[in-house]
């Protein structure tokens, strides 16, 4: 990696892009370059335009409603693990379904596990 290449990428998904904006500020970097494509049936794609390979990535995202937002997350990191990055670590300031972190009664899930096994699933490495 040259010299002047930081070993660290920060980037925000759709929703937290304010607060993206003001923790790299603070880190004194910038965001990477990244797009989502939207499809007419209401599907997206996002995607990476610059290399991440070997380097840590840092996405910024909440997973509040709708769940567009942490489908957006789960592919973002999908994307990073597909492009060789060497980690991978979310920033979530609102996580979704975090209420449900426990079996209270008979017949219920445990929303908050089931979507930290999905980031963890998708790549997540932090």
């Not at 929703?15 to 989502?36: F, H």
């Not at 380097?55 to 489908?71: A, E, G, K, M």
């Not at 979310?90 to 996580?95: C, L, S």
Request: net charge positive; hydrophobic share 40%; charged share 25%.
């Amino acid at each position: 990696m040259p010299e002047n290449t930081s070993p660290i990428k920060f980037f925000a998904c759709t929703e937290s892009l304010q607060l993206a904006e003001k923790i790299v500020k603070s880190y004194g970097s910038t965001l990477g370059k990244s797009t989502l494509l939207r499809f007419s049936d209401g599907e997206f794609q996002p995607s990476y335009e610059e290399t991440v390979r070997g380097r840590y990535v840092f996405i910024i995202q909440s997973t509040y409603p709708p769940s567009d937002n942490l489908f957006e997350l789960l592919l973002m990191i999908d994307a990073a693990k597909r492009a060789s990055a060497y980690k991978v670590i979310a920033v979530i300031p609102y996580f979704g379904f975090a209420r449900q972190d426990r079996k209270d009664k008979p017949r219920v899930s445990i929303g908050a596990k089931l979507v930290a096994d999905m980031l963890r699933t998708a790549g997540l490495t932090g």
